[in-house]
């Protein structure tokens, strides 16, 4: 039997959550195992919203409007060329441009050059949306298939606000919005655009996205970080290590308790996943490293807290805010956190435990399931640290490093 998957488009935060079921079904590591990702998701969402862990660098949000505005000025395509074919020759051609920079960590393209699978454009697209940096609410491909019209739409409304201008008018607000795709205040492009350009950011530019951050997410954690540094601060861990925590809102402040908690417990969940794949392999130097592991995650672990943890208080925080929490996912957690708070020390030991996180992965999986699949725990890398919750942490350092260098105040995360 074929089986199929399809949709009705009905928005970009739809298009973004069927992506990730497709994605899910594609992909062949395994990143996620234990299927926390709708907790991990919802958390980092609030903690950091507009970001995404495939951002690489965060001046990428100022090139892609810019290379389109770049295509756009050459008028409506006459169809000697596709929107769409132009703008990815465009794109392709920056990878050389930002290559060429001593600062090229980030580049999109960097080693695979013009056969560059994914574009920035495309990476880049629902984070344009939620920094309202881009106007237009479709997808990217139905962009281009409109992007004649819409120039034509944009030269129409130019050219009756020149009229209005002359008779000492101003045209009406809805009618100055048509064709309008990018946010007007959007810094310019610098000088050379697009034969030199790096990854640093202006003054200006960061300027912009720091009162952006003002206006839509005043109250997030990133928005705290963006705003107020501490210029001491180098090298940070996790988000909840940060020394500024106690200045954090309350709320803020919740957020990163939970998601350290859930850190903490997932840690030995997934040393207890690994250990037995490695046992499963017959690799007793991953045995061994997975047992020094978990005494390292032993010697550290906050045992009090955890003890007096009420795990209600992280389904309060996640359920309903955006990303469903199924209650499978509660109930897993549930029972693995009795473990964890009945014999901390024993959990290698108990086969109630190690067969929960077993029969976790075989549910999830089904018959890509490496416990159950050959192949798959054959392809298994043994990288044990490819699972441990981060909430996107190591993406936003580099977001925040690159605005506050922008801002003139050094690498400071």
Request: hydrophobic share 40%.
């Amino acid at each position: 039997m074929v089986r199929f998957l399809s949709w009705v488009y009905v928005d970009d935060a739809a298009l973004a959550t069927a992506k990730r079921v497709i994605n899910f079904f594609r992909e062949k590591r395994i990143r996620d195992p234990l299927g926390v990702g709708q907790i991990t998701t919802s958390l980092s969402n609030q903690l950091f919203p507009a970001t995404s862990s495939v951002m690489t660098r965060l001046r990428y949000v100022f090139i892609v409007p810019w290379v389109y505005r770049l295509v756009e000025s050459g008028g409506p395509s006459k169809g000697e060329k596709k929107f769409g074919e132009t703008l990815e020759e465009a794109e392709k051609k920056l990878i050389k441009a930002l290559s060429n920079n001593e600062d090229h960590e980030g580049v999109i393209g960097f080693v695979a050059r013009d056969k560059v699978k994914t574009l920035p454009s495309e990476l880049y697209w629902s984070v344009l949306r939620a920094w309202d940096i881009r106007r237009f609410r479709g997808t990217r491909n139905h962009y281009h298939r409109m992007a004649r019209i819409l120039l034509e739409r944009r030269s129409a409304m130019n050219e009756r606000r020149e009229k209005a201008k002359k008779r000492g008018e101003e045209i009406d607000p809805h009618d100055a919005l048509s064709g309008m795709t990018w946010d007007p205040l959007l810094p310019k492009p610098p000088e050379g655009f697009p034969g030199v350009l790096g990854l640093g950011l202006t003054f200006a530019e960061s300027e912009y996205l720091l009162n952006r951050l003002k206006a839509k997410f005043p109250d997030s954690l990133l928005c705290a970080l963006a705003s107020k540094v501490n210029p001491e601060v180098k090298g940070i861990g996790q988000p909840w290590e940060h020394p500024a925590f106690g200045t954090f809102s309350a709320d803020q402040r919740a957020l990163l308790t939970q998601a350290r908690y859930l850190a903490e417990i997932m840690d030995a969940a997934y040393t207890l996943y690994h250990y037995q794949l490695a046992g499963k392999k017959n690799n007793g130097d991953l045995v061994k490293l997975c047992k020094g592991n978990f005494k390292d995650w032993l010697h550290r672990f906050p045992e009090g807290e955890i003890l007096s943890w009420d795990v209600n208080d992280l389904w309060d925080l996640t359920i309903g805010r955006g990303h469903p929490v199924y209650p499978s996912t509660k109930a897993f957690i549930g029972r693995f956190l009795g473990f964890v708070k009945s014999n901390p020390g024993k959990l290698l030991e108990d086969d109630r435990c190690l067969n929960l996180i077993r029969d976790r992965e075989i549910s999830l999986k089904g018959p890509r399931s490496r416990f159950r699949n050959a192949k798959a725990l054959e392809e298994w890398s043994g990288d044990l640290s490819a699972t441990r919750l981060t909430f996107r942490w190591a993406t936003v350092r580099t977001l925040l490093n690159d605005l506050y260098l922008g801002l003139g105040q050094g690498a400071l995360c």
